[in-house]
T-cell receptor
Framework: AQRVTQPEKLLSVFKGAPVELKCNYSYSGSPELFWYVQYSRQRLQLLLR??SRESIKGFTADLNKGETSFHLKKPFAQEEDSAMYYCALRIYNQGGKLIFGQGTELSVKP | DAGITQSPRYKITETGRQVTLMCHQTWSHSYMFWYRQDLGHGLRLIYY???????DKGEVPDGYVVSRSKTENFPLTLESATRSQTSVYFCASSDWSNQPQHFGDGTRLSIL
């Protein structure tokens, strides 16, 4: 079964500390993974797409097929990074639908 | 992205009523999606559409109806609303199935 798991509901760090938001997936096909961010009561915005290998707002994520993981990392957290983060897996045989994890709320304290 | 708009932004209604949530996109994207967002579940797909007049069920379609007579519109109807359908509803669109999805601002629906 296709599944995305984000084990942490809430992650709280201090400004300047490193951040790692965990994401594990289960999928028999070739995975395509995304990170979306949702600032307070706003729309979801695409943060990262694994195939583009970009760094957005200082965040990076590497797909590890052996560990079936796509963890999101940032070396120095900023207060403006406080938001809800969703990891998502694309399923191509259903219109490219996304399967989302439960989300991790990141709180960066001053 | 002002290209995808949802209306209304907030809606309160009673159980048993019919409610329609609107989604409009100006990009002429082929694919459109409806998700609901609930605490502890993340976002779950209700219905999607690959093109005008083509729709298909997602993970949680029960109690919902969709239509897509025009490429730019993808309304979601709750035919007889229940309290369990209280949620935040997001519409999304993408140009192709392999392109990123762009989300609307969401509709916060409360059913009393």
């Amino acid at each position: 079964a296709q599944r995305v798991t984000q084990p942490e509901k809430l992650l709280s760090v201090f400004k300047g500390a490193p951040v790692e938001l965990k994401c594990n997936y289960s999928y028999s096909g070739s995975p395509e993974l995304f990170w979306y961010v949702q600032y307070s009561r706003q729309r979801l915005q695409l943060l990262l797409r694994h195939i583009s290998r970009e760094s957005i707002k200082g965040f990076t994520a590497d797909l590890n097929k052996g560990e079936t993981s796509f963890h999101l990392k940032k070396p120095f957290a900023q207060e403006e990074d406080s938001a809800m983060y969703y990891c998502a897996l694309r399923i191509y045989n259903q219109g490219g639908k996304l399967i989302f994890g439960q989300g991790t709320e990141l709180s960066v304290k001053p | 992205d002002a290209g995808i708009t949802q209306s209304p932004r907030y809606k309160i209604t009673e159980t048993g009523r019919q409610v329609t949530l609107m989604c409009h996109q100006t990009w002429s994207h082929s694919y459109m999606f409806w998700y609901r967002q609930d605490l502890g579940h993340g976002l779950r797909l209700i219905y999607y559409s690959a093109a005008a007049d083509i729709t298909d069920k997602g993970e949680v379609p029960d109690g919902y109806v969709v239509s897509r007579s025009k490429t730019e519109n993808f309304p979601l109807t709750l035919e007889s609303a229940t309290r369990s359908q209280t949620s935040v509803y997001f519409c999304a669109s993408s140009d192709w199935s392999n392109q990123p999805q762009h989300f609307g601002d969401g509709t916060r629906l409360s059913i009393l």
